[in-house]
């Protein structure tokens, strides 16, 4: 699976990622702040969501979704 293996890739990096709710960018865990994703953690939410965030912590993020992009926003 390509979404997993961009998750994973992404948490062997160093990046703290948890599961969204499917096709949202909504936690779908309340306690997303504090988890530690372990990679049996990924394995096991990818059959729940294909939808993963990261924590950003001292980080600038920019998100521009395809949608926006054709719609002439940047």
């Given at each position: 699976m390509?979404?997993?293996?961009?998750?994973?890739?992404?948490?062997?990096n160093?990046?703290?990622?948890?599961?969204?709710?499917?096709?949202?960018?909504?936690?779908?865990?309340?306690?997303?702040?504090?988890?530690?994703?372990?990679?049996?953690?990924?394995?096991?939410?990818?059959?729940?969501?294909?939808?993963?965030?990261?924590?950003?912590?001292?980080?600038?993020?920019?998100?521009?979704?395809?949608?926006?992009?054709?719609?002439?926003?940047?």
């Open positions: 390509r979404e997993m293996n961009a998750v994973l890739e992404l948490l062997n160093g990046y703290y990622v948890h599961p969204l709710v499917d096709g949202g960018k909504e936690p779908l865990l309340n306690n997303w702040p504090s988890i530690r994703a372990t990679e049996t953690d990924v394995r096991s939410w990818i059959f729940q969501t294909g939808n993963f965030g990261i924590i950003c912590e001292n980080m600038a993020v920019v998100d521009i979704d395809e949608k926006d992009v054709a719609r002439g926003f940047y």
